[in-house]
């Protein structure tokens, strides 16, 4: 997944939760896999922010990886 998939999976996550009718497992588990998504999508955009100041090695991992 890319870096705008990641962050638009932890949106869809989240509005599966808004109508507040599932019972607290269920809301913690969403909740859960929604804020691993938005972290992955900040750590995607901090690398290829900051990719510049990578080794060539990891930037090129970092580019394959989130392709």
Do not use: C
Not at 12 to 23: A, E, P, T, Y
Not at 35 to 58: E, I, N, R
């Amino acid at each position: 997944m890319t870096g705008p998939q990641h962050y638009a999976e932890a949106e869809r996550l989240l509005s599966l939760i808004s109508d507040g009718d599932q019972n607290a497992v269920a809301v913690q588990a969403v909740t859960s896999a929604a804020q691993v998504h938005a972290t992955l999508a900040g750590v995607v955009t901090y690398a290829f922010a900051h990719s510049s100041q990578l080794s060539l090695k990891d930037a090129s991992a970092w580019r394959e990886i989130a392709s």
